[in-house]
């Protein structure tokens, strides 16, 4: 038979804050629109997909030119991923025939909200054709018992 | 030249060369993996007698130009030689307009006497980096055209629901009696997919006799990746207007 853990009030309100947090990220990342590479740290904001299922999140990070062994993957708290990788050649704004930035890249770096409580020390980490997948599985604090 | 064709208001085609009458007309338009506007790319790039024949002017896109030398192209165009007609998109379209471009499209194209229409594209797969072969999938305006590339070998996408700018091109076409087909290569959903754009390419080739070398869109796949990262970012905002998802939902079976 399922359980019910306790929660207490202050945790309650602390999700529901923390829920709210969220969506207003969520809304201000959609009205603010801003480059995807950052030259002042030389960094390109990779192309990224998060997906929940009943067990796990489940984020694919686009990462071409990536050298596998300088990929990381760092929890910056319970619900926040930093992801960084360098790649193999440095990339030039000229390269794309674009002559009025001046500016190259070696690097892809970005911050991803996971939407789900999951236990981030259980990450699952592989690279597959230039595509980074990380499988978080998820934390349940409580099930509703069925009367 | 410069001749505009007015197909309403909002939108027109302006033909910047003498167009040719009863070439086929393929569409490259920003999708799931941005398949067709890779596949489109690689064509322009590898047939070079593809020129700019004409372009769109309309006051439903966004108010941009893509510069190109220093000087202002229309984010929609028309590219042609003898045999083909190719319109491609450069930047994302914007959802709520979408019918509008399309329809001008294929009337255009109708006008011109195009013998068939062919949407070059993709369909999303889950866990695309594990599969190795990828497949293509093809649906037809009648039955004729299915049957026709069922013979070569295609497999039909039998059943489900179909969004974007190929759905409205294929029941436009039906509506007016214009053969026209979709060829959706299997692909990643909102990451750029050269694979995916090179099986198209092959499937294409198949039907048309059309030959286009893929190799060199496979060995510069990680630089056309990251080239189309920014596209493929605003496409997907779009694909998320247009409901795009939907294409992973079963039918309910009417007959």
């Known amino acids: ?147 | 030249m410069g001749e505009g064709l007015s197909l309403s208001d909002d939108v027109k085609i302006i033909e910047n060369k003498q167009v040719p009458s009863g070439a086929i007309m393929l569409f490259g338009f920003p999708d799931v993996g941005l398949v067709g506007v890779i596949a489109a790319s690689h064509l322009i790039s590898e047939l070079k007698n593809l020129e700019e024949v004409a372009y769109m002017d309309s006051k439903l896109l966004p108010p941009l130009i893509v510069l190109h030398e220093g000087l202002p192209h229309s984010p929609i165009r028309i590219f042609g030689n003898q045999d083909i007609l190719l319109a491609v998109s450069e930047t994302a379209i914007p959802a709520d307009v979408i019918h509008q471009i399309m329809y001008a499209l294929i009337d255009w194209g109708k006008n011109k006497n195009v013998k068939m229409m062919i949407s070059l594209s993709g369909i999303p797969i889950q866990e695309r980096q594990d599969v190795q072969e990828l497949k293509v999938f093809a649906a037809a305006s009648n039955s004729e055209t299915l049957k026709k590339v069922q013979d070569l070998g295609v497999e039909i996408l039998k059943e489900g629901y179909m969004v974007g700018p190929q759905a409205i091109m294929l029941q436009r076409c039906a509506g007016i009696g214009l053969p026209a087909l979709t060829l959706l290569a299997q692909c990643f959903f909102n990451y750029p997919d050269p694979e995916a754009a090179a099986e198209v390419l092959k499937e294409l080739a198949k039907i048309t006799g059309l030959k286009v070398d893929v190799s060199t869109l496979l060995e510069k796949g990680e630089e056309v990746r990251l080239r189309a990262r920014d596209v493929m970012r605003r496409t997907q905002q779009e694909l998320s207007k247009m409901k795009k998802t939907q294409e992973y939902d079963i039918p309910v079976y009417i007959s």
């Open chain 1, 1 to 147: 038979m399922a359980t019910k853990k306790r929660r207490s009030i202050f945790d309650i309100i602390d999700e529901y804050f923390e829920d709210l947090e969220e969506r207003a990220e969520r809304f201000r990342e959609t009205l603010i629109e801003r480059p995807s590479w950052n030259q002042k740290t030389c960094t390109i904001e990779p192309l990224r997909n998060i997906m929940v299922t009943p067990t796990e999140v489940i984020v694919t990070v686009d990462l071409p030119y990536t050298e596998e062994n300088t990929i990381q993957v760092k929890p910056l708290d319970k619900k926040t991923i930093e992801i960084s990788a360098r790649m193999r050649r440095k990339i030039r704004f000229y390269d794309f025939g674009i002559t009025h930035y001046r500016g190259e890249f070696q690097a892809f770096d970005c911050q991803t909200r996971i939407p789900v409580l999951v236990y981030m020390d259980k990450m699952k980490i592989r690279f597959k054709k230039g595509i980074l997948e990380i499988r978080l599985p998820r934390k349940h604090e409580y099930t509703i018992p069925i009367e």
